[in-house]
């Protein structure tokens, strides 16, 4: 069965239940949203501060492919493989965009049977969460706009506004507009711009506050514009626009409960993307998780390169968590395609790709476990057409290596499948102090952070960028010289090219703009061709979803 067919044969448990069940939540604490989505209220969150803090496990991956690698289900399986040796676990994801859903990437609630349910309503609209965040951004547009059209008391300079528009799809055509045409009764015409959604500094901030006042703080230090002068910084507060930006925001700072297949509790919660923003769920869901259970699972977007970096640099950094261990998923029909090995040609043993395409999980361990101090655990997402030799191939680099290599088989068989990898994670869980490094110092100049990513991390010889960006980064060093980075690179290549494939080394990383995101509290350093608005492809997984005249949904992956 496809992975929507699985999920709408499930047996899903009302929430309400299954809360008070499974983590002794009561019923006042919870607002449902129908019988199997509820948001768990700021009151009980703020109430359990005092209970002791669980494990948090990172999942994360290597660096992704078109055929797949499976960190969401991994996740998933692994939280009920816990559960099911004794482990009290709950698992932390992000919601899913429309855009991928309705693009290339299709569903992101896990697969085959390691999923999150009620899975059509996770890729969807869900609780309107995303919603309210481009509602709550693009009412800050509409005010800026309204301020300069009522007499611009503020001396905004229209030619260095930084606020663009958001929408939750792709749609390259919006990624740069001429909006005020018409005449003066519209306003004054300008350039302007449409990011999606997770890409919304709105969405950042969202996932880092940790109470509804440090997200109308956050709100109000937006940076959205400056004077004539180029210096004299215009932010939201001066247009007294945060209050009514949190108003929006108030119940999608409250995280969702779901669950798995298995009936075990979910928080998805908040949703950046890792290639273009910070790529982790929201630190209210994670500290909340942590209150809750004895291990939280989560998963940060894409390869360690991107996600596991900014879940490190500056969701650790910032919210003082404190991973124990690592999981770095990888499927050998990915690696043999980061060997050189055709998407037509997957299926087939090919020992010589194999072999090639390690060296990109073979990095990414070692930034782990080097870079970031933490224990890594190498987990095999396993395909019927995986060969004996290739997985004995794979097992004998990773011992050579140093790293435990584990099957896993959660897709096929749920959380039965992933029992042996959620041993050894306990293993190593409850046999060391939780805490983690830092790729670099807080008190380095913004341009040796980047170049410290760039060269730790992605294996490259230094960066590069105009003497127009060199100069904006001396000059935020200023004021913002503690901001930790947040890369907008390409997730396909440790490069800025995603031809790339494997471990590329020697290579340049150029830098070809840069952000100031003051209310999450870092810069944004666009590498290489990363748009922060993507497009379709020529065949939009849109075109394979319908639903049928009894209101079921099919083609939704």
Not at 148 to 172: E, F, S, Y
Not at 324 to 348: C, M, P, Q, W
Not at 366 to 388: E, K, M, W
Request: proline share 4%; net charge neutral.
């Amino acid at each position: 069965m496809s992975d929507i067919e699985i999920a709408q044969k499930a047996t899903i448990k009302p929430i309400i239940d299954l809360a008070q069940q499974n983590h002794g939540i009561a019923a006042q604490h919870l607002d449902p949203y129908g019988h199997f989505k509820a948001k768990l209220s700021l009151d009980y969150v703020n109430s359990l501060k005092n209970n002791p803090d669980g494990k948090l496990i990172l999942v994360t991956a290597i660096s992704p492919t078109p055929a797949g690698e499976g960190k969401t289900t991994t996740t998933v399986g692994l939280g009920d493989a816990l559960n099911r040796i004794g482990k009290k676990t709950m698992i932390c994801l992000r919601e899913p965009s429309l855009g991928p859903c309705f693009g290339v990437k299709g569903g992101a609630a896990g697969g085959g049977y390691a999923q999150v349910v009620p899975m059509e309503d996770i890729n969807l609209h869900f609780t309107g969460d995303f919603h309210a965040i481009g509602a709550a951004h693009n009412l800050m547009s509409a005010l800026l706009d309204n301020h300069i059209t009522q007499g611009n008391a503020l001396g905004i300079d229209p030619r260095r506004i930084q606020w663009k528009r958001v929408v939750d799809m792709n749609d390259r055509a919006l990624r740069k507009i001429i909006i005020g045409l018409g005449g003066v009764g519209n306003g004054y015409s300008r350039e302007d711009g449409y990011d999606i959604v997770v890409a919304s500094e709105v969405m950042a901030i969202l996932c880092l506050s940790d109470s509804l006042a440090d997200l109308k703080e956050r709100l109000g230090r937006i940076v959205i514009g400056y004077k004539a002068d180029g210096k004299t910084a215009i932010y939201a507060s001066d247009l007294k626009a945060h209050g009514a930006m949190a108003v929006l925001l108030k119940d999608a700072i409250k995280p969702n409960l779901v669950q798995t297949l298995e009936n075990n509790i979910a928080i998805i919660h908040g949703g950046p993307f890792a290639n273009i923003a910070h790529g982790c769920n929201t630190v209210i869901a994670t500290k909340t998780a942590l209150k809750l259970a004895d291990y939280v699972i989560t998963e940060a977007g894409f390869g360690a390169d991107l996600g596991a970096e900014k879940f490190i640099d500056i969701k650790c950094r910032m919210a003082g968590l404190k991973p124990s261990a690592v999981v770095l998923v990888a499927t050998i029909r990915a690696l043999k395609f980061h060997g050189g090995a055709g998407k037509e040609d997957l299926n087939k043993e090919n020992v010589a790709a194999l072999e090639k395409g390690f060296e990109n999980l073979e990095r990414h361990y070692r930034n782990i476990t080097q870079h970031y101090g933490l224990p890594c655990i190498v987990s095999i997402n396993h395909f019927t057409f995986d060969t004996a030799d290739e997985l004995a191939l794979l097992q004998n680099k990773c011992a050579a290596l140093g790293a435990e290599c584990i099957v896993a088989k959660h897709w096929a068989e749920g959380g039965a499948g992933a029992e042996a990898l959620a041993r050894a994670v306990a293993d190593v869980a409850e046999n060391r102090s939780p805490g983690c490094d830092f790729v670099y110092d807080d008190k380095l100049p913004l341009w040796d952070k980047i170049e410290a990513i760039a060269t730790k991390l992605y294996g490259a010889v230094g960066i590069s960028a105009t003497s127009k960006i060199k100069n904006q980064l001396k000059k935020w060093d200023e004021s913002y010289r503690h901001f930790p980075i947040c890369m907008a690179k390409t997730q396909m290549s440790f490069s800025t090219n995603p031809e790339l494939k494997g471990a590329p080394s020697g290579h340049n990383v150029e830098i070809n703009e840069v952000r100031l995101a003051n209310g999450a509290g870092f810069i944004v350093a666009i590498a290489g061709d990363m748009m922060t608005m993507p497009g379709l492809p020529p065949s939009p997984a849109a075109e394979r979803i319908d639903i049928d005249a009894d209101g079921k949904i099919i083609g939704l992956f």
